[in-house]
């Protein structure tokens, strides 16, 4: 006995207001006549019906697997003939079946036609794909008939267009192993007919160990869990929820669990369901851990530690997170979340931006951050970017205006700018198409990929959807704005850009240096063609007619928009972005920060929204998304609401319902930290006390959390550690870019490499602190004021140096080559911070000499507490007190103890996980 | 690594990795891939060695040269005989004149990517690249289909390549060595061996320490794939750092100093040695790079330090392989991203020319000592049938006993073919 809902499904293709996903609306209209099945109408040999291309012949050979990727669906097709993959270009299919030079048809000798004869045929080696149908069947009927018909064509004009499709049911919610359903799929069409089309669709199971489905559309319950079951038809993507509770702790059955939030309620509901039980709220030292390094991507302090724990107020876990909310590395951490989906990367501005595009880039967006501005305002600064600050500045003014952000002295605020062009200026950017696929990827949470070249397999996406959209991109270009002033720049700026004497390097070098010393050069810049319709657009008429492309711009899912009612098409773009009902773009921010904190996206992977992939709690989505909306996208206010929940603050111990649950959050799961913070952990769980407040005080340039040397520099700086641990590039637009996953380079590297050992060990850490009044430590100067005086004549030689360089720079001015002249930059830019860190220590020196010396932990017990707290938030237990301790005695003396403990607490699965 | 998982506990690939083909079809799929996959198993060899001659080497001026074209074609070089009879090459090779039965030479190998990034992913990777995929090189392909000893990295590069994993993912990128030996030098890799001065006693009292202190997890270990592959690469490491086969393997140190000598000090030429000690302990699959051949002027002055270097590096490689019983076992093959434009440019130098360009092939019991393919007469392009680097990479692949046609999958879901358009040399395969 099963339970199961009957509703209406609307699969929302051409539906001109897009409802996301398969929005159920119950109904209770039986539908009027529904059109028997093909398989039934045409089981009879005398049946008049002439069959149509579209809506019987191509699905049924898409059924058949005839446009299967690996058979005439292939690229190359097969045998000299191919079909449209999956089967959804009727034009070009009717070409290769009727018209092609050996036509697949025969009118006239129906039965000799190849797509019948072939395919229906007993001889082996006749059909490369086999037999895929019987002489009488009525699928050799249905083509035949169609065939008999005179094979006709899809007209567009004529015949009625695809309006949505119902499956039932639409959730099915079984008791035991090997129950079947059959689904029952209809479609509707513009002039009202209504068909059973169950034998033309195709299905798919999400996850074959839950249920499985065959080609007629009957699942069959495989096991425990829940999953989704998609039905395909035309341009309809359904998917039908399936589940077999975990175990009989379902509805009444189910503990009383209090629902702390919203979040936790709905997430609850979804669990009673599935008899899946959530695990219990986690300790204040799990939880401390986990916010901070989710909240702000850095390690609590053992202070921190100590303190919170000592708190006993009922409201500090949320009085925590507010203040994680308000700490520099929260805004530091996020930008660089951001600019990961942005993609953010000098590497790809490297021609068509100032050298310091990308730190501009990444200050504006952290100045936004750190405000708080919302979300839909920072994406309209983006979105809606030109180059040029108002409408009326000239290029003369937009390169003055660029040259005062570039130069070294007192360089104007590039964050106060209103918009950030450099989204649109990347190189991986120039074309339509590459724009609207960022364009989707980055704001929408849809990946377009599949559409370019073929309807999207899981989605409603065709080629003509994809090409509609790409058409706001049409228009958005960059260039040298006003090329006879560019050379007078040039000129004036003495700068040799004949392309027979020196390389591009060499040019963007020697302009750079200009700009950096004040001198106005040429800058790239975005704008906005005038529309293709305008009147005198020469240059614009010669670049259509060779694109050979008018299109008018459509919205995914919605509406056209005319063109040449806007001088920016962006503008309609982004006011869609805003619509409350936009199906997208609230959902993917919110998802992605789901993902974020929980591991997985309510829709996983995260930024691939599309219809089959269906989320794994579709009300706790449709809350986020509406409440965020309603918040006026306020990113603080969607961090609260899931880091205060209980779901959030559940403990990583599972109990015999939830320990293979990964998709409906009933417990916490243990995560590789990601890159950058499984860096600066090491670096802060060894740091002393004045590196820790620099971290604290400025993460945006002291941490790898903050605006990082790879894709703020052009010269291929990379930090080994962060490459290793899988910090994305930011060239392709997708979230899987970044990697969190394991790898032996990984463990090699925190066990065996050397930056690892002289990060324990480096001076003025932790370690160095602590030993050196131990046994075991060779003596060196602990003496404060001594130690001020070495870096003072550090700073002192550092700056020596760095005068020298540019003193010999100066000298072979005009010599050097573009690459020297660039690691001569980079040199420059290095010993800068080289400085600054140093003058910070000095100043941290200072002041602790006047505070007099640190407190140092004193005994054993101390050390071990202190070492436990900065790796991993917490005390040791009596035990690993009690064994670190023994360690301690066995050693060979307690410097090598304390530091070989450091050494296997950074190496735990405990340190490197979040949990 | 898989994330997904659920009641049965076992490992369930993203569903969109399942497939929305539809079962039937998968299964007739497959069996007639299987079918059609036939190749003879030729799998002579079990590891690969991977020379990349960085920049585009001149095929002109070196496999394939063209005496008779015109002095602006043809350049300053002249071709010499070698032990096999017909098959002539550069002359500043003596060397490999002399052991030209050891290996194959591919011309009219050919494709049109003519910058350095693009062309050098299509050679080392088998595939021509595309935007919305990160093809997997081929020493990653190898390192995911070939099991090696658990303390010795499957893939190494020395000093690095620009391919890794591609989307199999980073457990299948290279270790990377990030420096080139060179003869009568201490030489470091990154993590390998003790570090910080620390001795083999000190490494193990660490590791039981760590043991000691890594237990919180221990009831949901089996159950979490991050947990218990952090547990599999600290297993992998240890032995990796403390195994004696690892450190001895990059410990150049102990190699015959007449070996060492007689494979020279050239940019590459002692890292082919090391390649040779990390075949011998195990790996399967170096990749060596020397990335000086993008000669867009001065040529000769240029070609005069580089092709000595390939002749003494690649022929004390083969002679060195072969006196250890492991040439039969190893493949080597040894190519640049493309070939050089065949009229010397105004500059005296030549520029970027994917559509000719050679591929130099050996050991991994192919079939050596012949010329395969033609360019034309001024070496434009290929004179007959074009051989495409799928076709070499696929060949590759098929002496390790590597089937092609396998399928592999994006984290998109993608399905992806090791090669789509592959065509084994059977020349090549004995």
């Known amino acids: 006995m099963r339970r199961t809902h009957f509703a209406l499904v609307a699969a929302c293709c051409l539906a001109p207001s897009l409802a996301f996903g398969a929005a159920i609306e119950k109904s209770s209209d039986v539908p009027a006549k529904v059109l028997p099945p093909a398989s039934i109408r045409f089981e009879s040999p005398d049946v008049k019906e002439v069959p149509s291309l579209q809506r019987h012949v191509l699905p049924l050979m898409g059924r058949l697997g005839c446009s299967g990727r690996a058979c005439h669906g292939s690229f190359q097709g097969q045998g000299g003939f191919r079909l449209s993959l999956f089967g959804y270009d009727f034009k070009t299919d009717f070409e290769a079946i009727v018209k092609s030079e050996t036509p697949r048809v025969d009118v006239k000798k129906p039965a000799e036609s190849m797509i019948l004869a072939k395919t229906s045929s007993d001889v082996e080696d006749e059909h490369g794909g086999g037999k895929r149908m019987e002489k009488n069947s009525w699928q050799y009927r249905l083509i035949s008939k169609w065939i008999e018909a005179g094979a006709p064509a899809v007209d567009e004009a004529k015949d009625p267009t695809f309006v949505k499709m119902e499956v039932r049911p639409t959730e099915i919610e079984y008791v035991k192993p090997g129950e079947t359903t059959q689904l029952h799929v209809v479609a509707h069409w513009s002039d009202g007919t209504i068909e059973d089309v169950t034998p033309l669709c195709r299905f798919q199971t999400n996850d074959d160990a839950v249920a499985k489905v065959d080609v007629n559309g009957v699942i069959t319950c495989v096991g425990k869990g829940d999953t989704h079951v998609v039905a395909f038809y035309d341009n309809g993507v359904v998917p039908v929820a399936v589940m077999l509770p975990v175990s009989d702790q379902v509805g009444p059955k189910y503990p009383n669990i209090p629902a702390k939030t919203k979040v936790d309620e709905l997430v609850l509901t979804k669990l009673k369901k599935i008899g899946v039980v959530a695990s219990d709220v986690c300790t204040d030292e799990e939880f401390l851990r986990r916010a901070s390094l989710d909240v702000t991507g850095v390690l609590p302090t053992a202070d921190e530690v100590r303190a919170f ?125 590459e724009k609207a696929l960022s364009f989707s990827y980055a704001f929408l949470g849809v990946r377009l990929q599949c559409a370019e070249c073929h309807k999207h397999p899981f989605d409603q996406w065709s080629q003509y959807d994809f090409q509609h959209f790409t058409a706001f991109f049409d228009r958005i270009t960059s260039g040298t704005g006003d090329r006879e002033i560019a050379k007078e720049l040039i000129a004036k700026a003495g700068v040799e850009t004949d392309p027979k004497k020196v390389g591009g390097a060499k ?57 040449q009612n806007y001088d920016d098409p962006r503008e309609p773009l982004m006011d869609w972005l805003r619509q409350k009902d936009n199906p997208y773009f609230a959902r993917a921010f919110v998802n992605r920060v789901w993902a974020h904190y929980f591991n997985v996206g309510i829709v996983e992977p995260a930024d691939d929204m599309n219809l089959a992939n269906a989320p794994s709690n579709r009300e706790l989505l449709d809350y986020l998304a509406a409440q965020f909306v309603e918040h006026d996208y306020d990113i603080k206010w969607l961090m609260r609401e899931i880091v205060n929940s209980d779901t959030y603050q559940r403990s990583w111990l599972t109990n015999s319902t939830n320990e293979f649950d990964l998709r409906n959050f009933s417990h916490a799961v243990p995560r590789r930290l ?72 990984q463990t090699v590297y925190l066990r065996n490499d050397q930056e690892m050992f002289r990060m324990i060990e480096r001076p003025n850490g932790w370690l160095d602190a602590v030993t050196a009044d131990l046994p075991g430590t060779q003596k060196k100067s602990s003496d404060p004021a001594a130690e001020l005086r070495n870096k003072e004549r550090e700073l002192a030689r550092m700056k020596e140096r760095l005068k020298e360089e540019t003193a010999k720079a100066k000298k072979n001015k005009g010599k050097v080559t573009a690459n020297e002249a660039q690691r001569l930059l980079a040199m420059k830019d290095r010993a800068k911070e080289k400085m600054a860190e140093l003058e910070a220590e000095i100043a941290a020196l200072q002041s602790a000499g006047d505070q007099g010396k640190q407190a140092k932990p004193q005994s054993t017990a101390e050390l071990i507490n202190e070492a436990y707290l900065r790796t991993f938030t917490r005390y040791p237990t009596k035990d690993e007190l009690a064994t670190a301790e023994e360690y301690m005695k066995t050693a060979e003396n307690p410097a090598t103890g304390i530091r070989d403990l450091v050494w296997a607490l950074l190496n735990t699965k405990e340190f490197v996980v979040n949990h | 690594m898989s994330q997904h998982r659920f009641c049965d506990g076992l490992k369930r690939r993203d569903f969109l990795k399942v497939g929305a083909l539809g079962a039937s079809l998968t299964l007739t799929d497959y069996l007639r891939l299987a079918k059609a996959g036939e190749v003879k198993s030729t799998a002579k060899a079990k590891a690969a060695i991977y020379i990349r001659l960085g920049g585009g080497p001149t095929h002109m001026d070196t496999f394939d040269m063209k005496p008779e074209a015109p002095v602006e074609y043809r350049g300053n070089l002249k071709p010499i005989k070698t032990n096999v009879p017909g098959m002539e090459i550069c002359e500043k090779f003596p060397l490999l004149a002399k052991c030209a ?130 547990d599999e690469f600290s297993e992998q490491a240890f032995a990796m750092i403390s195994s004696k086969r690892a450190r001895e393997a990059f410990d150049l140190g102990r190699e015959d100093p007449s070996v060492a000598k007689r494979f020279g000090d050239g940019e590459v030429n002692q890292s082919a040695l090391l390649a040779v000690r990390l075949i011998e302990a195990g790996a399967r699959f170096v990749t060596l790079t020397t990335g000086s051949w993008d000669m867009h002027n001065d040529i000769w002055t240029r070609l005069d330090k580089n092709l000595p270097m390939v002749d003494q590096t690649l022929s004390a490689l083969l002679m060195t392989l072969e006196e250890r019983g492991l040439l039969e076992s190893t493949a080597v093959i040894m190519t640049g991203e493309f070939g050089r434009t065949p009229k010397l440019n105004q500059r005296g130098g030549r520029d970027h020319w994917p559509r000719a360009m050679f591929v130099v092939m050996a050991g991994g019991g ?46 998109t879901g993608r399905p992806i073919m090791i090669s789509r358009d592959g065509k084994p040399i059977s020349k090549l395969l004995g």
């Not at chain 2, 992913?121 to 690249?129: A, C, M």
């Not at chain 2, 033609?374 to 692949?397: C, F, H, M, R, Y």
């Open chain 1, 309 to 433: 724990l000592a708190d006993k107020s009922p409201n500090k876990r949320a009085a925590k997170v507010d203040e994680l909310l308000s700490r520099p590395a929260y805004a530091a951490w996020w930008t660089t979340k951001l600019s990961d989906i942005l993609g953010n990367s000098e590497n790809q501005l490297r021609n068509s931006a100032p050298a310091k595009a990308g730190t501009h880039w990444y200050e504006w967006l952290h100045r936004r951050v750190a405000d708080n501005v919302h979300y839909d305002d920072i994406v309209e600064g983006i979105v809606l970017a030109v180059s040029r600050t108002s409408p009326d500045q000239d290029y003369l003014e937009y390169c003055q205006e660029m040259t005062s952000y570039v130069r070294d002295d007192k360089p104007a605020d590039f964050t106060a700018r209103e918009t950030m062009p450099y989204y649109w200026m990347r190189r991986n950017m120039r074309t339509s198409n």
């Open chain 1, 507 to 563: 040019i963007r070098a020697d302009l750079d240096r200009v700009a950096r010393s004040g001198g106005v050069v040429p800058f790239s810049e975005l704008y906005v063609r005038a529309p293709k319709a305008a009147p005198k657009g020469k240059k614009d008429k010669s670049k259509v007619a060779a694109a050979g492309r008018v299109l008018t711009p459509k919205v995914l899912g919605g509406d056209e928009i005319v063109d």
């Open chain 1, 674 to 745: 990601p890159a950058e913070v499984v860096y600066d952990a090491v670096v802060s769980a060894t740091a002393g006390q004045s590196e820790l407040a620099r971290r604290a005080q400025d993460p945006v340039t002291n941490c790898a959390i903050g605006m990082s040397l790879s894709y703020t520099n052009r010269n291929n700086i990379n930090n080994y550690a962060l490459t290793v641990f899988g910090k994305p590039k930011r060239e392709t637009p997708c979230d899987c870019e970044r990697s969190n996953e394991p790898s032996l380079l």
């Open chain 2, 101 to 230: 039965d050891k290996f194959t030479i591919l011309r009219g190998v050919s494709h049109t990517l003519a910058a350095h990034e693009l062309g050098s992913k299509y050679l080392l990777t088998g595939n021509r690249p595309l935007p919305s995929i990160e093809f997997p090189s081929l020493g990653s392909i190898v390192s995911k289909e070939l099991a090696s000893p658990p303390d010795m990295p499957p893939f190494v590069a020395v000093p690095n390549t620009p391919q890794g994993g591609g989307f199999l993912g980073l457990q299948y990128g290279p270790f990377s060595t990030n420096a080139q030996p060179k003869q009568g030098q201490p030489f470091n890799v990154r993590g390998i061996g003790l570090q910080g001065g620390m001795t083999l006693t000190e490494v193990n009292r660490r590791e039981q320490l760590l043991a000691s202190v890594d237990n919180t997890f221990r009831s949901i270990e089996a159950k979490s794939d991050v947990l218990s592959g952090l």
């Open chain 2, 366 to 411: 192919m079939k050596t000592g012949q010329v395969i393919g033609a360019s034309d007469d001024k070496g434009q392009g290929p004179a007959n049938e074009a051989i495409a680097p799928d076709d070499v990479a696929t060949t590759l692949l098929t002496t390790l006993g590597i089937d092609t046609r396998k399928e592999y999958h994006t984290n």
